[in-house]
């Protein structure tokens, strides 16, 4: 009874930008979509619950953008580290992402395996439901500040977001990386000498007069074709530590030349 009367006291205006009234509001209408969900059959209608799962997964997303906003704005020098984005593929990195994570933690930690992934879903189910309970602690806590203080992020705020932005940092990687193949730092490193190559390879045609700076100017199409015949050449007799190293074991190579590796020992 006390709490519903604080809540009518003192529930922010709907108006309010501060976050955490919008997040106050964002996190009723998730509520609301989650219980309308919880109430509806789909298999009578599976039209209206195909439209709330969209209308879920939306609400999670905004719900997961402003205690991003908060955290930027209480804990700044706190976030958990997320250089690792950087290995994801393009199409990966997207707005809705940490929606989706939110979902997927969800799945596993209510049984479900994801895509066909058995084990890696059996390996990430503790950390998902880790995970799932520290968000419903940061929105109670974030509930409950919302209806005392709108200007004011308390200690144990501030604590239960830093142990949700680790858990939610170490998930993403977890689960991004059994969905689709990212890059080890060995092989971004084989990678970037892979770019090295060409670029002296292009540096030493124009040296020696093969290339002229025209041609690259003018996106000649004949380069698609000769700088990296060049390349290899370069690779193999010019920097034969390098890339090209066929002293390497092949697992070793570039992913872009392992195919070849039998053809670049008869070159």
Same mark, same amino acid.
């Given at each position: 009874m006390m709490n519903?009367?604080?809540?009518?006291?003192?529930? !922010?205006? =709907?108006?309010?930008?501060?976050?955490?009234a919008r997040f106050y509001?964002? #996190?009723?209408? $998730? &509520?609301?979509?989650?219980?309308?969900?919880?109430?509806?059959?789909?298999?009578?209608? !599976?039209? =209206?619950?195909?439209?709330?799962?969209?209308?879920?997964?939306?609400?999670? #997303?905004?719900? $997961? &953008?402003?205690?991003?906003?908060?955290?930027?704005?209480?804990?700044?020098q706190d976030r958990a580290p997320r250089d690792f984005c950087v290995k994801f593929p393009e199409e990966i990195r997207h707005d809705n992402l940490a929606g989706q994570l939110w979902f997927g933690a969800e799945c596993l930690a209510a049984g479900s395996i994801?895509?066909?992934?058995?084990?890696e879903s059996m390996a990430m189910r503790p950390l998902a439901k880790e995970l799932t309970r520290s968000l419903e602690d940061v929105r109670g806590a974030l509930r409950d500040q919302a209806l005392r203080d709108l200007n004011t992020y308390t200690e144990k705020m501030r604590e239960a977001l830093r142990h949700f932005d680790v858990l939610f940092a170490e998930f993403e990687l977890s689960y991004v990386s059994a969905m689709v193949p990212v890059?080890?730092?060995?092989?971004?490193?084989?990678?970037?000498?892979?770019?090295?190559?060409?670029?002296?390879?292009?540096?030493?045609?124009?040296?020696?007069?093969?290339?002229?700076?025209?041609?690259?100017?003018?996106?000649?199409?004949?380069?698609?074709?000769?700088?990296?015949?060049?390349?290899?050449?370069?690779?193999?007799?010019?920097y034969a530590d390098g890339p090209l190293n066929l002293d390497r074991k092949v697992e070793d190579m570039s992913e872009l030349f392992r195919p070849f590796h039998t053809l670049l020992r008869k070159i």
């Open positions: 519903r009367f604080r809540k009518w006291l003192y529930k !922010p205006k =709907r108006s309010d930008p501060q976050l955490l509001y964002a #996190d009723e209408e $998730l &509520n609301q979509v989650a219980a309308e969900l919880d109430s509806l059959d789909g298999r009578k209608d !599976p039209q =209206r619950c195909t439209l709330l799962v969209s209308q879920f997964r939306s609400c999670q #997303d905004n719900v $997961l &953008n402003i205690i991003n906003q908060i955290m930027d704005e209480c804990i700044p994801i895509m066909n992934r058995e084990l890059k080890s730092p060995r092989e971004y490193y084989v990678q970037q000498e892979v770019i090295v190559l060409f670029c002296e390879t292009v540096e030493r045609a124009l040296d020696f007069g093969y290339l002229t700076q025209d041609m690259i100017d003018d996106y000649e199409p004949a380069l698609m074709f000769s700088i990296p015949r060049l390349a290899i050449v370069c690779g193999l007799v010019v």
